[in-house]
């Protein structure tokens, strides 16, 4: 029962891998576009 069980979680690691890479890889597309557009000019002390 144990050989059944290391497969399900075996295969279940390799099915959730590759899809919380995709994730992320979506998710870091508009972080970069928000960091350019943070980039504009600020008024303040230093600036």
Do not use: R
């Not at 992320?24 to 350019?36: A, F, L, R, Y």
């Amino acid at each position: 029962m144990n050989i059944y069980l290391f497969w399900i979680l075996f295969l279940a690691l390799w099915a959730i891998v590759p899809l919380m890479i995709i994730k992320g890889k979506k998710d870091e597309s508009p972080k970069i576009n928000t960091s350019q557009e943070v980039k504009t000019k600020k008024k303040g002390w230093f600036s």
